[in-house]
T-cell receptor, first 115, second 114 residues
């Protein structure tokens, strides 16, 4: 069965510090991978998605970046964090089913507080 | 811009009753529709997916889709206190052949009263 891991689970960082969040998926090959952010009082917002190694699409321009160095690894980074970067960061994966439909499954998330 | 609208609640339902959650979406070409359940402090968990007009049942859950009205609903029968959570409606405009992110509503907070 497929599992998705995220770390760290919780992170407190000062403004202006760098960030690296990691997501790995097990039990599947060539998944589509996604980064979402859920800020307080707001819905989940898609940040990045990737259909393969080195292929990143950005949905929202900001001070965050993403990379996919391996098939089942997705990394979210920032060079300098802002207060507004605080939130719950969720990684998700999907594969196309036999019906041609894709369903996304979420990891446990990383809660980031920028002070 | 794609939008998904949900009543934020809280929606309070007595234990054993039917909970009805509603969602409307703006993008007429949307193809896939999902309901996720999110407990406080946890990540979203998939409850139901629906792609065609009509009803889809899975245990105590029934999803209903009306593409003409751009409306999706989730019914929870025999509601239990463990159903108390925030329910997120999500819409995907791409039916397959590539990746596309989901557009989420802000969620409806459901409270099942014992």
């Amino acid at each position: 069965s497929q599992t998705i891991h995220q770390w760290p689970a919780t992170l407190v960082q000062p403004v202006g510090s760098p960030l690296s969040l990691e997501c790995t998926v097990e039990g599947t090959s060539n998944p589509n991978l996604y980064w979402y952010r859920q800020a307080a009082g707001r819905g989940l917002q898609l940040l990045f998605y990737s259909v393969g190694i080195g292929q990143i699409s950005s949905e929202v321009p900001q001070n965050l970046s993403a990379s996919r160095p391996q098939d089942r690894q997705f990394i979210l980074s920032s060079k300098k964090l802002l207060l507004s970067d605080s939130g719950f960061y969720l990684c998700a994966w999907s594969v196309e089913g036999t019906s041609g439909k894709e369903t996304q499954y979420f990891g446990p998330g990383t809660r980031l507080l920028v002070l | 811009q794609k939008e998904v609208e949900q009543n934020s609640g809280p929606l309070s339902v007595p234990e054993g009753a039917i909970a009805s959650l509603n969602c409307t979406y703006s993008d007429r070409v949307s193809q896939s529709f999902f309901w996720y359940r999110q407990y406080s402090g946890k990540s979203p968990e998939l409850i139901m997916s629906i792609y065609s007009n009509g009803d889809k049942e899975d245990g105590r859950f029934t999803a209903q889709l009306n593409k003409a009205s751009q409306y999706v609903s989730l019914l929870i029968r025999d509601s239990q206190p463990s159903d108390s959570a925030t329910y997120l409606c999500a819409v995907n405009g791409w039916s397959g052949g590539g990746a596309d992110g989901l557009t989420f509503g802000k969620g409806t907070h459901l409270i099942i009263q014992p």
